[in-house]
Nanobody
Framework: QVQLVESGGGLVQAGGSLRLSCAAS????????IGWFRQAPGKKREFVAA????????TYVDSVKGRFTISRDNAKNTVYLQMNSLKPEDTAIYYC???????????????WGRGTQVTVSS
């Protein structure tokens, strides 16, 4: 089992940057793929990015490609989401999730954090 805590959200102007962190408890962090999802008010939870257990594989939703970068440091039990060139439509609660399967759907992941709010003003 793993517990996840997101941090790094906040209010930023369009064009700005934020780096989200997902800190995990437990000694088995490296066996989990990690995904980032987001949910805007009134919308379904949406996949954003994912990274394999080793960190050598990544995938992104088309809307963030070239702007967001996912990375991980298994020695620190932490995954990062660097978000650049932020747009108002990126406003959402961002969640990280851990699972044994590297995928882009919510049911690939068994463990979820509580989320961190990202607000991008125009």
């Amino acid at each position: 089992q793993v517990q996840l805590v997101e941090s790094g959200g906040g209010l930023v102007q369009a064009g700005g940057s934020l780096r989200l962190s997902c800190a995990a408890s437990g000694r088995t962090f490296s066996i989990y793929a990690i995904g980032w999802f987001r949910q805007a008010p009134g919308k379904k939870r949406e996949f954003v990015a994912a990274i394999t257990q080793s960190g050598r594989g990544t995938t992104y939703v088309d809307s963030v490609k070239g702007r967001f970068t996912i990375s991980r440091d298994n020695a620190k039990n932490t995954v990062y989401l660097q978000m650049n060139s932020l747009k108002p439509e990126d406003t959402a609660i961002y969640y990280c999730a851990a699972g044994r399967t590297f995928g882009a759907t919510w049911d690939d992941y068994s463990y979820w954090g509580r989320g961190t709010q990202v607000t991008v003003s125009s």
